[in-house]
């Protein structure tokens, strides 16, 4: 019985570890999808290195209180699957809700972004965002448009000297 209890405290101290090593977590209702949706979704986030489990609600619930999230036991009801990223902290949302839209069946309930428990508006928000190579080109852009203004700025003052000159 013992090693019963211990294997439970494993998992329990596995759920909560991974509550407090991701970037972000979140948590899913799957019920309704069928099992080449459930693997579709699975393939989506193993390919961005997101670990997508399904734990017993009451293991799930001692583990979110160990890590000190209370407030997602009332997240905890029915089905659940959990997303868990350490690397990336906008994919776990972005892929989910992209699914959500083409899979009704499939409910995000709620999540935890950095350690601190997020609203659906904030997971919805955080899903609408480019992903890390989309924010780096942005970025680039942005940096890139002083000198490319330039640029067009001498090419016409250049062109503009050439046809005062013929």
């Known amino acids: 019985m013992s090693n019963v209890i211990d294997a439970k405290k494993q998992v329990v101290q596995e759920i909560a570890d991974k509550f407090q090593n991701s970037q ?3 948590l899913v209702n799957y019920r309704g999808l069928d099992v080449a949706a459930v693997t579709e979704l699975r393939k989506q986030l193993r390919e961005e290195n997101i670990d997508f489990k399904v734990y017993k609600n009451t293991m799930t619930r001692r583990a979110v209180e160990q890590a000190e ?3 997602l036991s009332d997240s905890l009801i029915g089905p659940t699957a959990i997303a868990f ?6 994919a776990p949302a972005k892929i989910l ?3 959500a839209k083409s899979h009704k069946e499939l409910e995000i309930k709620g999540g935890v972004i950095e350690g601190k ?4 508006e904030q997971l919805n928000e955080l899903a609408e965002l480019p992903n890390y190579d989309g924010l780096v080109s942005m970025l680039l852009s942005v940096l890139q448009a002083p000198i490319r203004n330039l640029a067009y700025a001498t090419k016409a ?9 013929a």
């Open 85 to 90: 990223s350490k690397d990336d902290v906008i």
């Open 97 to 99: 809700s992209k699914f």
């Open 117 to 120: 428990i997020a609203s659906l």
């Open 24 to 26: 972000s977590t979140v």
């Open 69 to 71: 999230l209370n407030e």
């Open 157 to 165: 003052i250049a062109e503009q000297k050439e046809e005062q000159g």
